[in-house]
């Protein structure tokens, strides 16, 4: 199999290599494209080094599946051109989530929705990905009605650029800002940018995503606030169902459901932390209880890696559900 990895001089583009790898990924041929500038510049792969081609020449080469994680303009103008000569190309941007045309995936859930003629797949958004996993099996039982989100969003979600911000800041230099304001010992209430209704739009993403995957009826309400963290995405989630439920059938449920890891006792301090998630392709789900203001209410924690589940687990788990249904050549 042919396999592209658009984008795989990023932070995104390196998880994606360590997760195929970690998956032993039936590779038999890898072309790893970025920016012109980069053309040239080796990347390792189990061991060997790759030179980084152009889009172009990627395109001649034809892969079987192109993973892409190189930001929505290029998502928009090249994922097209790879699927005219064939690629099945899934796409970590923005861009093609919610095109109605567009399937947007997480395996676990609704993969079962994918055929061979979808030849664009959408990743969804970090931040969502971790919310659906653990609203999925509970919206199955008790029927989601509103969910009220608030995220504490690692760096590493913005980027390298970020990641050299907090360096500096910690070391007392003077650099490149990605934020508006310093970041180091401060939270922003400001995830992407700003739309007309007073949301961002990394928070209308949790809101609009959340009812394509799942079901459009559910409501939900999000603040998405930036932490000087450096890894990984939390999530205070307030869950109102259309029935009552039963605190150890929810626990028993959420332990039993693939891709998530239940992290809850209080007795001894078990809940999810980005300390913990770092580096893991799980989702990690604790601080269960009862929302006692509020019928038919819980309220939980949910914590995973967002360069992993988030993003690059998620791409290559949904490449692998192409080869394993024979969607694409195995």
């Known amino acids: 199999m042919k396999v592209a990895v658009v984008g795989a001089t990023g932070l995104v583009g390196n998880e994606i290599l360590a997760v195929l790898a970690e998956y032993n990924f039936p590779v038999d041929e890898l072309i790893l494209v970025a920016t012109e500038k980069s053309v040239g510049k080796k990347v390792n792969y189990k061991g060997k080094d790759f030179s980084v081609v152009s889009m172009t020449d990627a395109i001649a080469a034809r892969p079987d599946i192109a993973i892409f994680s190189a930001g929505g303009g290029t998502s928009l103008e090249w994922a097209p051109k790879f699927a005219e000569v064939g690629t099945t190309v899934i796409d970590n941007s923005s861009a093609w989530r919610m095109d109605p045309d ?7 859930i609704n993969a079962d929705q994918l055929t061979d003629t ?23 039982k008790y029927g989601v009605k509103r969910v009220v989100v608030s995220t504490y969003q690692s760096i590493s979600g913005t980027g390298a650029k970020a990641i050299a911000q907090l360096d500096n800041e910690k070391a007392g230099i003077t650099g ?24 961002t739009k990394e928070e209308m993403k949790l809101t609009n995503e959340t009812k394509k995957i799942l079901d459009p009826k559910i409501n939900v309400t999000a603040t998405a606030v930036r932490v000087p963290v450096r890894g990984g995405h939390s999530e205070a989630v307030n869950i109102q169902f259309e029935n009552d ?14 891709g998530v890891t239940l992290k809850d006792n209080p007795d001894t301090n078990t809940y999810p932390m980005p300390l913990f998630a770092k580096g893991k392709n799980d989702v ?13 209410t819980l309220n939980l924690w949910i914590v995973a890696d967002n360069l992993r589940k988030g993003a690059a687990t998620n791409a290559v788990q949904i490449a692998l559900y192409l080869a394993e249904k024979k969607m694409v050549k195995a």
């Not at 990690?284 to 038919?296: C, K, L, M, P, T």
Request: hydrophobic share 40%; glycine share 2%.
């Open 102 to 108: 567009k399937k947007l995936i997480v395996p676990e």
């Open 118 to 140: 979808d030849k664009i797949i959408a990743n969804p958004n970090c931040s969502t990905i971790q919310l659906v996993m653990v609203l999925a099996p509970l919206h199955k």
């Open 176 to 199: 490149e800002m990605a934020y508006p304001y310093v970041i180091n010992e401060n939270c922003l209430p400001h995830c992407d940018s700003f739309l007309d209704n007073g949301y």
């Open 245 to 258: 439920f039963d605190l150890a059938e929810v626990r028993a449920i959420l332990s039993k459901t693939p």
């Open 284 to 296: 990690f789900v604790g601080r269960i209880r009862r929302d006692e203001s509020q019928a038919n």
